[in-house]
C-alpha cells in the first residue's frame, strides 16, 4: 500500500481514505485479481471517489486511456461497472472474501 501512495499522489493527498478502507491486504487482492500496476492505481483511485477525468490528471495519462484501464479492471474482477469493483473490492478488503 505505501508503493501505491508513492506512486499515485491523490491517494496520499485524499486522507489516506484507501489506506484507513482496504488496509494491506489491497496489494494482495490486485495481484489475486491479476490486475497490473496501472489497474491497481486505478483501482485505488477509484477508491477514494475520484472522477476519470482527476485520475487521469493524477496518473498522467488521457480520460480514454483511464475508461479502457477501468475496462480491463472490470472484465478481471468480474463487475459489470464502476460501483460493482468498488463494491467487491471492499468486500473482499472487509474479510467476506470473494473469488477474483
Given at each position: 500500500?505505501?508503493?501505491?501512495?508513492?506512486?499515485?499522489?491523490?491517494?496520499?493527498?485524499?486522507?489516506?481514505?484507501?489506506?484507513?478502507q482496504v488496509?494491506?491486504?489491497?496489494?494482495?487482492?490486485?495481484?489475486?485479481?491479476?490486475?497490473?500496476?496501472?489497474?491497481?492505481?486505478?483501482?485505488?483511485?477509484?477508491?477514494?471517489?475520484?472522477?476519470?477525468?482527476?485520475?487521469?490528471?493524477?496518473?498522467?495519462?488521457?480520460?480514454?486511456?483511464?475508461?479502457?484501464?477501468?475496462?480491463?479492471?472490470?472484465v478481471k474482477?468480474g463487475v459489470?461497472?464502476?460501483?460493482?469493483?468498488?463494491?467487491?473490492?471492499?468486500?473482499?478488503?472487509?474479510?467476506?472474501?470473494?473469488?477474483?
Open positions: 500500500m505505501h508503493e501505491l501512495r508513492r506512486l499515485h499522489p491523490a491517494i496520499e493527498r485524499d486522507g489516506e481514505a484507501v489506506g484507513e488496509g494491506g491486504g489491497f496489494t494482495d487482492w490486485c495481484r489475486a485479481s491479476g490486475l497490473t500496476e496501472r489497474e491497481s492505481l486505478t483501482l485505488a483511485a477509484l477508491l477514494t471517489g475520484a472522477t476519470n477525468r482527476k485520475i487521469g490528471r493524477d496518473l498522467g495519462v488521457t480520460e480514454r486511456t483511464v475508461k479502457n484501464t477501468l475496462r480491463s479492471v472490470y474482477l459489470s461497472g464502476r460501483s460493482e469493483a468498488i463494491s467487491r473490492t471492499m468486500a473482499h478488503m472487509v474479510g467476506r472474501r470473494i473469488v477474483p
